[in-house]
Every structure is written in structure tokens, then in C-alpha cells.
């Protein structure tokens, strides 16, 4: 049965997103912020999609720990599941990801009418440069700052391999930054289609506040969400065994 619901959960996830790309296009007349409320809603309903049809459910722990308006919010990143269901958690989330998914016809378009910053990771010092520019203009805003520092989906069980983007946001904007580490990859595992029931679990750490040195908050972050990671992925393995 999970093949099954699996397969009809990824279904109803792309046709739920064709949807809203093209009956949701005429968000792109009306101000960001209803577009983003609009992103919100979306991603609100896929969840209710992922939990009805394969059984897999989300708890946030720690939202509370999320300052009021700007920050940097870094995290790990697992699979497909956290691009999507973080946009609800935050006001007005402004997420760091990759120039290509650009390229896509409408779902290119909504991201520069979110305002979202794309990151051409091939530039260099380049895109790095470009990427502080664009976060220091969404900051300015009271907007929060999304990235995954280790810059792509990586296993529950792959050793971390964190890049230098989370830290240069940080020293350059001087807001605080919250980590959150999560169990995605369990249920929701990278490159495959199969959706496990079970719960994946979001957790929000205690904020980093601005200020330090960069030699003392890179260890700080990359701590603060491995040994939680690691206690996630163990609770997650529990729920995974009756399903396996």
C-alpha cells in the first residue's frame, strides 16, 4: 500500500502545483504579499494532501523561538518536503535557492514575484556577492532569510558538509539567526518517489544572536542543528520500523 499511496500522493502534489501556477497566475497583479499568503496556502494544502493520502504528518517544535521579523532562519535540508512546508511557518519567508528552478516557465515567474533569491552556484565569489546584496534589500523589510547551508539535499546519514552562505549572511546583516534541523529524509527520501507515513519533525533551535565572531558562529550553528538532527533522525527511525 505505501507504493500505492505514494504514487497518489505525487500525483496530487504536481497537479495541486499546476493548479496553482496557472489558476493562481493572476497573483502576479496583485501586491507580494497576497502572493506570498497565496505561496502559504499552497503549501498549507500539500501538506494536508501528504498527511491524508500517504499518512505522513508534520509537528513543529520551537516555532515560538523564531524572532519577530527579520532574521536568518538555517537549516538542514533533506528532500523536496522542507522547500515547501517552512513557508507557513514563517511571515514573510524569502528563500535562498538555486538560479535554475528560474528557468521553469510560471514556477520561474512566481519566484521573482515573491522576490525570492536565486543563486547561481556555478558564479563563484560572484553569486556569493549577488546573494548578500539581494538578502540585505529582503532584511531590510523585516523579511526572513531562508537557507540551507549545505546547498543541497544530503541523507539523514551523510556526513555534514556545510558552505560558507549561512555564515556570510550572517556577519554581513546582523540579524540573529535560527537553526532548525529535521527528519525529512525518512519519509520523504531524496530521489525516490516512495512517501512513508510516520510524522517528520521541524525543530527550531534557540536563536544565535547577532554580532559574533564568524570563527565562533559557524561551529555554534553547524552543532546547534547536527546533534538535534541526530536526535530527530533516531525518533524518526522508531516510527519508520513498524512500517518497514
Not at 34 to 62: D, H, K, N, P
Not at 107 to 131: C, H, N, Q
Not at 170 to 192: D, E, H, I, Q
Request: proline letters at 8%.
Amino acid at each position: 500500500m505505501i507504493y500505492v499511496r505514494s504514487a497518489l500522493f505525487n500525483v496530487v502534489f504536481y497537479v495541486n502545483l499546476v493548479l496553482f501556477l496557472v489558476l493562481g497566475s493572476w497573483f502576479f497583479l496583485t501586491p507580494r504579499k497576497w502572493s506570498i499568503r497565496a505561496l502559504q496556502v499552497w503549501s498549507s494544502t500539500s501538506l494536508f494532501w501528504l498527511r491524508v493520502i500517504a499518512g505522513t504528518r508534520i509537528e513543529v517544535r520551537g516555532q515560538e523561538k523564531i524572532p519577530a521579523g527579520a532574521c536568518i532562519v538555517a537549516g538542514k535540508h533533506q528532500s523536496l518536503w522542507e522547500t515547501f512546508a517552512i513557508l507557513p511557518l514563517l511571515d514573510d519567508p524569502a528563500m535562498v535557492l538555486k538560479k535554475e528552478l528560474t528557468w521553469i516557465p510560471f514556477f520561474g515567474w512566481f519566484i521573482y514575484k515573491f522576490r525570492m533569491i536565486p543563486v547561481e552556484r556555478s558564479a563563484g565569489t560572484e553569486a556569493l556577492r549577488s546573494m548578500l546584496q539581494r538578502a540585505e534589500v529582503e532584511v531590510s523589510e523585516g523579511r526572513q532569510v531562508v537557507i540551507m547551508p549545505e546547498g543541497t539535499r544530503r541523507a539523514p546519514d551523510d556526513p555534514p558538509a556545510y558552505k560558507p552562505g549561512a555564515a556570510a549572511l550572517y556577519a554581513r546583516l546582523g540579524v540573529p539567526c535560527v537553526p532548525f534541523a529535521l527528519n525529512s529524509g525518512l519519509f520523504w527520501p531524496r530521489r525516490r518517489f516512495l512517501r512513508y507515513p510516520g510524522t517528520i519533525v521541524i525543530s527550531f533551535l534557540d536563536a544565535i544572536p547577532p554580532g559574533l565572531p564568524r570563527k565562533t558562529f559557524q561551529p555554534r550553528l553547524e552543532e546547534a542543528i547536527e546533534s538535534e538532527t541526530m536526535r530527530l533522525v533516531a525518533e524518526g527511525r522508531e516510527t519508520l520500523r513498524r512500517y518497514k
